[in-house]
């Protein structure tokens, strides 16, 4: 995965290495060493084995960022002591003191090949999405394409991108598929031609009209978007 300049940061943990923890964990080996006590607490309700393995997945991928920026400011900590939690909305936070600022804005994003971790410091915004191409059935694409933007949707690819262009945006303003979709436009789904209406509107206003850039990753199975306030990488 191409890295992101400083600030921002991109991790990915492969499907396969939540897939063997979560076996390990099924066969009696203590998940304490990575999770901390709330989230273990919070892995236990999950009973559906996938959507176990998306969860676990995406904190090995947030973790390991998250060790990196520590490392790079001269601190230490070990998984565990990392917990990384949920705001009412779904956002997820660290939980852990980061001295001088406030802690790194995460956003997390899991598709087949794994889960995708964005993280950036110094009171910036990141928001990620990642989703296997899939050709969406037209009623669908009615529900979160507003009609300034079916122009643009040509192929899979296409819809694809649009979804997580979306997504990013949204997971940046903390506010995940709790509007209307059609609150985030791409006018002809162009990533530069961004509007915002309704109530994605009024929460980039609460934030004080930060500048917004997103940009995408197709490669020939999947689509990463990122959403980015301040400078574009």
């Known amino acids: 995965m191409r890295e992101l300049p400083a600030p ?6 492969p499907a396969h290495e939540a897939a063997s923890l ?12 990575t999770l901390s006590p709330d989230e273990l607490a919070q892995f236990k309700k999950l009973k559906v084995p996938k959507r176990r393995r998306d969860w676990l997945a995406g904190r090995l991928a947030a973790k390991k960022l998250l060790l990196e920026m520590l490392a790079e400011r001269g601190r230490e900590a070990r998984p565990h002591e990392l917990p990384i939690l949920n705001r009412k909305d779904g956002a997820p936070y660290l939980a852990f003191p980061w001295e001088g ?3 790194p804005f995460l956003s997390l994003s899991h598709a087949p090949s794994g889960a995708v971790a964005a993280a950036v410091a110094g009171g910036r915004r990141i928001g990620v999405d990642a989703e296997a191409v899939a050709e969406r059935p037209e ?6 394409a507003h009609p ?8 899979a690819h296409d819809q694809t991108r ?7 945006v949204l997971k940046l303003l903390c506010l995940g598929l709790s509007v209307d979709l059609w609150d985030v436009r791409f006018l002809e789904a162009d990533p530069q031609r961004l509007e915002l209406h309704g109530r994605a509107l009024a929460c980039w206003e609460s934030l004080g009209r930060p500048a917004i850039r997103v940009e995408s990753r ?3 199975h999947e689509v990463l978007s990122l959403a980015y306030t301040g400078e574009t990488p």
């Open 8 to 13: 921002y940061r991109l991790a990915r943990s």
């Open 22 to 33: 979560a076996e390990r964990h099924e066969a009696g080996e203590c998940l304490s060493h």
């Open 101 to 103: 600022e406030p802690a």
């Open 139 to 144: 009623a669908f694409v009615t529900v979160f």
């Open 148 to 155: 300034s933007e079916r122009a643009g949707l040509r192929s």
């Open 162 to 168: 649009l979804w997580t262009l979306k997504e990013s």
């Open 218 to 220: 197709p490669s020939e």
